[in-house]
């Protein structure tokens, strides 16, 4: 019975986390190439998420959370309501709102103690990515995000560049997302997988991963497509590279899971407040909206985790 609970976690929970947070790592990339069939993009992330998880299986002696579970044992005995939290995120990523994954899945298995690390980092990380967004994007708005600019990439020679460029940054963010989430997805699981149990998740994986890109990522992507110029093949180039590289650099500080859903909102936040000053100040209003939106998205995220957490505690 415990090992049927397990894996029903480990589905749901594989589905829940890739599907709504998509949108952070292949949200761009999808948006930028609506035009390709699906099955090209499906192709390109399966090869490396296998590749990600497979060398996190053999240099971690079958830790494919990168040894983010460390601190958060798989209990001993695996109860119905460990469920809620994933069946919770399932619900909420049907209806499209971004919460953190981390937070919601997270919890229910952790102490309070590593609650409370897990959400100061995250906080950090959206405060951190919010700067950092708004300083890249004062620099770069006027050369790079221009209604003039865009104009001269579109009819630009070398615009298959920028192709090249978004593949390769995308690629790069995908695998350091997956790197921070693999945690979420296989919390379900034992710490250490055989051969065996690694390739059975893989499968479940790519199949979970073929309906999403096919899907286009569904109603959750919204948030990527309302944002300013994310189909542009540039924009999302450099969205990807700046939330790779920051994951890169604050992500691997220490192994305490964070939220990359409050980082990746903080970095779109930062950009379109900066873009919008510099460039449609009369929208300004509108954007502050925007951010105050977001923010109340993941929150409730947040505030609905916390009391999943205290429910499940009582339960025990």
């Known amino acids: 019975m415990e090992l049927m609970f397990g894996a029903i976690g480990f589905i749901i929970c594989a589905y829940a986390v890739i599907a709504n947070d998509v949108i952070q790592t292949l949200g761009t990339f999808m948006a930028s190439n609506h035009n390709l069939k699906w099955w090209w993009l499906w192709l390109f992330a399966v090869t490396i998420l296998s590749a990600t998880l497979i060398y996190g299986w053999v240099m971690h002696s079958g830790d494919v959370s990168y ?8 209990p001993e005995n695996m109860e119905w309501w460990l469920l809620l939290a994933p069946l919770t995120l399932l619900v909420i990523t049907r209806i499209g709102i971004p919460v953190s994954t981390t937070f919601m899945i997270l919890s229910v298995f952790s102490t309070g103690q590593i609650i409370e690390k897990m959400i100061l980092k995250s906080v950090y990380g959206y405060a951190l990515s919010f700067v950092f967004a708004i300083v890249v994007y004062v620099i770069i708005s006027k050369k790079f995000e221009s209604p003039l600019s865009l104009e001269k990439l579109d009819k630009h020679s070398r615009k298959h560049y920028w192709l090249v460029a978004q593949w390769i940054s995308t690629g790069f963010l995908w695998s350091q997302w997956l790197i921070q989430d693999f945690a979420n997805i296989f919390v379900f699981l034992p710490r250490q997988l055989s051969l065996t149990e690694l390739l059975l ?22 948030i990527v497509n309302q944002k300013s110029n994310t189909k542009n093949i540039r924009s999302a180039t450099i969205i990807d590279l700046i939330y790779g590289v920051f994951l890169f650099i604050f992500g691997n500080l220490n192994t305490i899971p964070m939220s990359t ?56």
Request: aromatic share 10%; no cysteine.
């Open 201 to 222: 998740a893989l499968s479940v994986i790519l199949v979970i991963m073929a309906y999403i890109l096919k899907k286009r990522g569904g109603k959750i992507q919204e």
């Open 261 to 316: 859903t409050w980082v990746f909102i903080g970095i779109l936040a930062g950009r379109e407040l900066a873009m919008t000053y510099l460039l449609n100040k009369n929208k300004i209003k509108y954007t502050y909206i925007i951010i105050a939106k977001d923010l109340g998205k993941v929150n409730i995220g947040l505030m609905v985790s916390v009391v999943i957490a205290f429910i499940i505690q009582y339960l025990k």
């Open 67 to 74: 040894g983010r579970l460390l601190n958060i044992p798989l």
